[in-house]
């Protein structure tokens, strides 16, 4: 069966502006990032048809948020779920970053998937269990269309796993997009297509 995933970056948060870190933090959008997210809906109601789209968000207000400025041009409901959330950091949620860089454990010059960078963490290899769990919900789904709002770890993951990549990969910066970038995955008979990845429309 053949589907399509769209995937959105949520918009300029008020971490990004306050220099503390994002995780599973609950953060709002700026008055600027409100005005990016609806100028993401603007776009993909004048170049997308959507009308048979599901749609859904983190449950993070910053995400949440988004999908709300983009769904005042494309009028879909929003689901939210925990599946879609940034990496967690532990105790790295929502610090300032003087105080995460204090704490953060350093990665090892040997690329391990298990690494915590805090304590309690989520680490490379359970992020990606879980974006795999997701995507393979999507692929079992009845419905074929799909808007997906998150984050840009998250989404850094997900476009891996929908294209087929492994964790090596994550080293890649042309997976990962700023904020309020779109891309566009069609699946069809196992084969992924990328139409466009992590377009800037802001």
């Given at each position: 069966?053949k589907?399509?995933?769209i995937?959105?970056?949520?918009?300029?948060?008020e971490?990004?502006v306050?220099?503390?870190?994002?995780g599973?933090?609950y953060?709002?959008?700026?008055a600027?990032?409100?005005?990016?997210?609806f100028?993401?809906?603007?776009?993909?109601?004048?170049?997308?048809?959507l009308?048979d789209?599901?749609m859904?968000?983190?449950?993070?207000?910053?995400?949440?948020?988004?999908?709300?400025?983009?769904?005042?041009?494309?009028?879909?409901?929003?689901e939210?779920t925990?599946?879609l959330?940034e990496?967690?950091?532990?105790?790295?949620?929502?610090?300032?970053?003087?105080?995460?860089?204090?704490?953060i454990?350093?990665k090892?010059?040997?690329?391990?998937p298990?690494?915590?960078?805090?304590?309690?963490?989520e680490?490379?290899t359970?992020?990606?269990?879980?974006?795999?769990?997701?995507?393979?919900?999507i692929?079992?789904?009845?419905?074929?269309?799909?808007?997906l709002v998150s984050?840009?770890?998250?989404?850094?993951?997900l476009?891996?796993?929908?294209?087929?990549?492994?964790?090596?990969?994550?080293?890649?910066?042309?997976?990962?997009?700023?904020?309020?970038?779109?891309s566009?995955?069609?699946?069809?008979?196992?084969k992924?297509?990328?139409?466009y990845?992590?377009?800037?429309?802001?």
């Open positions: 069966m589907k399509t995933i995937t959105v970056r949520h918009t300029e948060s971490h990004h306050k220099n503390f870190s994002g599973v933090s953060w709002n959008l700026t600027l990032g409100k005005d990016q997210a100028k993401v809906g603007k776009w993909l109601s004048e170049n997308e048809s009308e789209f599901k859904f968000s983190s449950d993070l207000p910053r995400t949440f948020q988004t999908a709300q400025e983009i769904c005042k041009s494309v009028p879909l409901k929003i939210t925990e599946r959330r990496i967690d950091l532990g105790e790295g949620n929502g610090i300032p970053y003087d105080e995460y860089d204090k704490l454990s350093p090892p010059e040997i690329y391990d298990n690494h915590r960078s805090f304590p309690h963490a680490n490379d359970e992020l990606w269990a879980r974006m795999k769990s997701f995507y393979n919900s692929l079992e789904s009845d419905e074929n269309d799909f808007i984050h840009g770890g998250a989404l850094l993951f476009h891996l796993v929908i294209t087929g990549k492994t964790l090596d990969d994550i080293r890649n910066d042309y997976y990962f997009g700023k904020a309020g970038a779109i566009k995955f069609v699946i069809d008979e196992g992924c297509s990328v139409e990845l992590n377009k800037n429309v802001i």
